[in-house]
């Protein structure tokens, strides 16, 4: 991944790990254990899934750059069907707390969508990749030839 890839990652998965922390320690105080628990899975799937969604569509946007909105609409779509999915799956678990899991599932999610915007407004993001070499002048400072066809007449 490029660097900017990397920081945009970290500047969504840093605020993520931390409000999973918050809900992690708050989950633990009001249903013990298995709330700490849940809220812990709850962050890592945030963190994983929303991690390999930024990934793939960083992979698109370089690859098939005019696929990007769409596969950014249907990323998010996926990942929010896959989220509930998962949801359903552990309802009746055991493991953990499914409250605690669900509303840390909900909240490292807003949080992730949220950090993952702010980072992609404040990185400087080339919309068009420069040449190596010039092309609006030549080596000798003369004007450059006019590549489209000219009518005469």
């Given amino acids: 991944m490029p660097s900017n890839d990397v920081r945009i990652l970290a500047q969504a998965a840093v605020p993520t790990a931390a409000v999973g922390a918050v809900a992690a320690v708050i989950s633990g105080m009001v249903a013990g254990g298995r709330g700490a628990v849940g809220a812990i899975v709850a962050t890592l799937v945030v ?3 929303m991690g390999i969604g930024l990934y ?3 992979r698109t946007a370089k690859s098939l750059p005019h696929l990007f909105q769409a596969m950014g609409l249907m990323l998010y779509t996926a990942q929010i069907l896959l989220l509930f999915i998962f949801m359903a799956a552990v309802k009746n678990t055991t493991l953990f707390n499914p409250r605690a899991f669900a509303f840390t599932l909900l909240a ?3 949080v992730w969508i949220a950090a993952q915007t ?3 407004m404040k990185a400087k993001i080339l919309y068009v990749e ?3 070499g010039s092309t609006t002048t030549s080596s000798k400072g003369e004007k450059p030839e006019n590549s489209g066809t000219r009518r005469e007449g």
């Fill in 118 to 120: 702010r980072a992609h």
């Fill in 47 to 49: 963190i994983l899934f």
């Fill in 56 to 58: 793939v569509l960083q």
């Fill in 108 to 110: 490292g999610t807003l």
């Fill in 130 to 132: 420069p040449e190596s």
